[in-house]
């Protein structure tokens, strides 16, 4: 058996780059999951619905790029 080369030293590196990426981004998604839950969380507190929340009854400004 012969030693690795630089490809095999080369494709653990990407390889490790990867796994600390994809770590990196798992961590965000859960951050963001727990940021919605405590907003939500508080808006129910509050004793507004979340789901409700921004949406404005009533005819709907008109955009200004709709013409006619």
């Not at 770590?23 to 965000?28: P, S, V």
């Amino acid at each position: 058996m012969g030693r690795p080369g630089p490809a095999s030293q080369a494709k653990r590196s990407r390889e490790r780059l990867k796994q600390e990426r994809h770590q990196e981004k798992q961590e965000k998604r859960e951050s963001r999951k727990e940021q919605q839950k405590k907003e939500r969380d508080r808006l129910i507190a509050e004793g507004k619905d979340p789901d409700l929340e921004g949406i404005v009854a009533g005819p709907q400004e008109r955009l200004e790029d709709e013409e006619g």
